[in-house]
Each structure stands twice: as structure tokens, then as C-alpha cells.
């Protein structure tokens, strides 16, 4: 069973993280103007902090994650709302039957050890024109998380983010502060962790 399978059912209890998906979403909401009409992934959803409110915006949201409990959490909040569950690997998410108009995520890249691998899977489910929002952390020196099972980045340096994302196809990319979060690590100190929010667009074709 992995980390996030034994966190699953108390990971909602955190108020950092339901505040931390908050300001993700109105950072979200900040760079592109949702559509009734839209389809999005929301890639590492986990418990669906973020999607319950990308789907209150949109027609319908995909959530997909590695952890089968925390999306057992997820479906159980989102029973009646226009949301599916899918697990995946977010570095091979499939050619879907139609394009998404938008991916989401939210602290979930930092967890993939590809990165390359999981934006050009991010590329090829978006339609021409389809957005990619995406929050994690500013490059860390490891302290970030208590324990770092599961953990293959620490955060991420956003010239050579901003790199990858070029090579993967995307383009006008851009990058803002959605938070910076103030977490008290294992010494005992509080300190404060920087979350970006980028956005990027697949070209028209």
C-alpha cells in the first residue's frame, strides 16, 4: 500500500492543504476564464480538493491518480457531480476519444519522476488551443515534506520547467505565485514554501 493509500481518508482533515487547494483554484481562475462547455483532466487529483471546485465551473471533470483510496475518497464526495475517476500513471494517460480543453493539477508533478514524460502525456490529451494549469512548489531543498518516500523532486526550478514545456510542445508559457505556504518542518521552524501556478496553451494547429 502506498503513502498516499494510508493517508487517504484523513488527508482532507489537513486545513492547510484545503487552504492551499483554495488558493490554487482562485490563482487558477485568475489565469484562464473557465467554460460551461469544457472537459478537463485534473492530473493527481488525489481526494478531489481541487476538482470538486474546477467542476463546479465546467461540464465535466476526469480525475486521475495512482492511489486507488484516495480517489475511493474523492468518488464518494463527488457522488451526483459531473465527475469521473480514472487510475492512471500521469505519464501515460492515453490518447483520449475527445480532447480535453484543459489539465489541471495540483502538486502532483513533484511526485513523477518523469517529468518530461508526464507533460508530453499532459500535451497529447488537450485539444489545439487546450490549457494547462498546473501548481507545485518553487525548488526546495528537501525539507518540505517530513518524510520524502515517494517524493522525486524537490519542487522545481521554473527557467528549466519553463524549458521542458517548450520541448513537450507548449507554448506562452507563464508562471505566478498562487501561495506561499508557511509549514513548520521536523526542526521545529517554520518556514515558507513558495507554490507557483503556471499556465500554458498547446499551439493552434
Known amino acids: 500500500m502506498s503513502v498516499f493509500d494510508q493517508r487517504a481518508e484523513s488527508w482532507d482533515a489537513n486545513p492547510r492543504r ?3 487547494a483554495r488558493h490554487v483554484f482562485e490563482t487558477m481562475t485568475r489565469l484562464v476564464a473557465w467554460d460551461r462547455s469544457w472537459r478537463v483532466l485534473d492530473a493527481g487529483a488525489g481526494t478531489g480538493l481541487l476538482t470538486l471546485a474546477v467542476a463546479s465551473r ?12 484516495m480517489l475511493e ?31 489541471v493539477s495540483s502538486m502532483a508533478l513533484h511526485h513523477v519522476t518523469d517529468t518530461a514524460a508526464a507533460l508530453a502525456s499532459f500535451g497529447r490529451v488537450l485539444r489545439p488551443g487546450g490549457h494547462l494549469l498546473l501548481a507545485d512548489l518553487d525548488r526546495e531543498d528537501g525539507t518540505f515534506h517530513e518524510d520524502n518516500t515517494g517524493v522525486a523532486h524537490f519542487g522545481f526550478d521554473q527557467t528549466a520547467l519553463s524549458a521542458a514545456l517548450s520541448d513537450a510542445g507548449f507554448s506562452d508559457v507563464s508562471f505566478v505565485n498562487a501561495w506561499n505556504m508557511p509549514k513548520t518542518i521536523t526542526d521545529g521552524t517554520v518556514r515558507t514554501f513558495p507554490i507557483f501556478c503556471l499556465h500554458a496553451r498547446v499551439p493552434e494547429r
Open 73 to 103: 475518497v474523492l468518488a464518494a464526495k463527488a457522488a451526483g457531480l459531473p465527475i469521473t475517476t480514472m487510475l492512471k500513471p500521469l505519464e501515460a494517460l492515453g490518447l483520449p476519444a475527445v480532447p480535453f480543453d484543459a489539465v
Open 58 to 69: 465546467v461540464a465535466h471533470v476526469t480525475a486521475v491518480d495512482t492511489s486507488p483510496k
Open 18 to 20: 484545503r487552504e492551499l
